[in-house]
């Protein structure tokens, strides 16, 4: 009953003002389902991304509420598509947006199949990664994280790490992420220090990454040099530190003052 009465509701303010662009976000949109109560954890395992994430072992819950935030950016694009319109047409529309789409619209390259397609990576338990390639390894005092896909990113981490380059770059592609090029990968990385370890790979052009959790970040000076974090007062709970608005615009400065909900 309340997405009908929602959709006359729309009728009746389009009706008044045909140019008004109206947006609704639930958990399943329209259909059958339009009155069940959903949230980010319920759509993770319907939309499939638990199972995914779990490979050939049980379903992973990902703590980032993956479909609440997609949901909300997804939205907005449909907001700004529907005022794009309205510029061509003077005419306003309502759009639905919800966490069961956002759901499979998040794994478009899971979804999206196709006649001779290769099959998409599986995840699992204790994931390091899906290849030798782009997984995480562990130095003397950390994490750190290598995503090669390029062969001249192939010759800098041969380099770098000083492996054996018998193998090819469409050789080392194909190499699984607990075989022999891992294990090699993770010898060489295991008696270096992670900074140390960076910096090689960052001279010789192989994309790696130190491993932090979000509040580790408040100490990178790069992040807080280009704007990625913002100081204010909250409302109810005071001095707080946030993520900054979702991009820089040249003329219309905006700055978060509210990103979490009171409490």
């Given at each position: 009953?309340?997405?009908?009465?929602?959709?006359?509701?729309?009728?009746?303010?389009?009706?008044?003002?045909?140019?008004?662009?109206?947006?609704?976000?639930?958990?399943?949109?329209?259909?059958?389902k339009a009155l069940l109560p959903?949230?980010?954890?319920?759509?993770?395992?319907?939309?499939?991304?638990?199972?995914?994430?779990?490979?050939?072992?049980?379903?992973?819950?990902?703590?980032?509420?993956?479909?609440?935030?997609?949901?909300?950016?997804?939205?907005?694009?449909?907001?700004?598509?529907?005022?794009?319109?309205?510029?061509?047409?003077?005419?306003?529309?309502?759009?639905?947006?919800?966490?069961?789409?956002?759901?499979?619209?998040?794994?478009?390259?899971?979804?999206?199949?196709?006649?001779?397609?290769?099959?998409?990576?599986?995840?699992?338990?204790?994931?390091?990664?899906?290849?030798?390639?782009?997984?995480?390894?562990?130095?003397?005092?950390?994490?750190?994280?290598?995503?090669?896909?390029?062969?001249?990113?192939?010759?800098?981490?041969?380099?770098?790490?000083?492996?054996?380059?018998?193998?090819?770059?469409?050789?080392?592609?194909?190499?699984?992420?607990?075989?022999?090029?891992?294990?090699?990968?993770?010898?060489?990385?295991?008696?270096?220090?992670?900074?140390?370890?960076?910096?090689?790979?960052?001279?010789?052009?192989?994309?790696?990454?130190?491993?932090?959790?979000?509040?580790?970040?408040?100490?990178?000076?790069?992040?807080?040099?280009?704007?990625?974090?913002?100081?204010?007062?909250?409302?109810?709970?005071?001095?707080?530190?946030?993520?900054?608005?979702?991009?820089?615009?040249?003329?219309?400065?905006?700055?978060?003052?509210?990103?979490?909900?009171?409490?």
């Amino acid at each position: 009953w309340r997405h009908v009465h929602f959709a006359l509701e729309q009728k009746v303010l389009l009706s008044i003002n045909p140019r008004l662009v109206i947006c609704s976000i639930s958990a399943y949109g329209a259909g059958p389902k339009a009155l069940l109560p959903g949230f980010d954890p319920v759509l993770q395992a319907e939309g499939g991304i638990m199972a995914a994430q779990g490979g050939d072992g049980p379903p992973v819950q990902h703590t980032l509420n993956v479909n609440d935030v997609g949901s909300a950016a997804m939205a907005c694009f449909g907001i700004v598509s529907a005022l794009h319109a309205r510029g061509i047409t003077g005419k306003g529309q309502a759009l639905v947006a919800s966490l069961a789409n956002t759901s499979v619209a998040l794994q478009w390259g899971e979804v999206t199949t196709y006649e001779g397609a290769a099959p998409y990576e599986r995840g699992g338990h204790d994931n390091l990664g899906v290849s030798a390639l782009r997984r995480f390894y562990q130095a003397a005092d950390g994490w750190l994280a290598i995503a090669v896909r390029t062969p001249a990113q192939y010759s800098g981490l041969v380099e770098a790490l000083g492996l054996d380059a018998a193998l090819t770059y469409d050789e080392a592609l194909l190499e699984a992420r607990d075989g022999a090029l891992a294990e090699q990968i993770a010898l060489a990385v295991a008696g270096m220090r992670r900074d140390a370890a960076l910096d090689r790979l960052f001279a010789l052009g192989a994309p790696a990454a130190h491993d932090v959790r979000g509040y580790d970040s408040y100490d990178d000076p790069f992040l807080w040099e280009n704007g990625y974090f913002e100081a204010y007062d909250h409302p109810t709970q005071g001095p707080t530190i946030g993520a900054r608005t979702f991009a820089d615009f040249s003329r219309t400065h905006h700055v978060m003052t509210k990103p979490v909900p009171d409490i």
